[in-house]
């Protein structure tokens, strides 16, 4: 599938990641489903139900990335050494 975070957001991801605990899934797959679901209210107020679909979809995607890291996240938490 065809990455659908700009070249700026990666910046920011980046960014954001270097000063919080949250990992790279975290922030990519939130602004994938901030982006998606703006992608889908997009399609509804101008009909068209094809981007609906899409921004539907790269919303559950970033669903998904971000409990990815939220995995991530947990694991690496458990095996933290005191």
């Not at 899934?25 to 101008?46: I, S």
């Not at 919303?59 to 694991?75: A, F, H, N, Y």
Request: positive net charge; hydrophobic residues 30%; contains cysteine.
């Amino acid at each position: 599938m065809q990455d659908v975070l700009p070249r700026s957001f990666k910046v920011v991801v980046q960014q954001h990641h270097e000063r919080c605990d949250m990992n790279t899934d975290q922030v990519k797959g939130k602004l994938k489903e901030v982006a998606g679901d703006a992608q889908k209210e997009a399609g509804k107020l101008t009909g068209d139900s094809d981007q609906q679909a899409k921004g539907g979809a790269n919303e559950l995607e970033g669903k998904t990335q971000k409990k990815v890291g939220d995995i991530k996240e947990g694991v690496k938490d458990i095996f933290k050494k005191p």
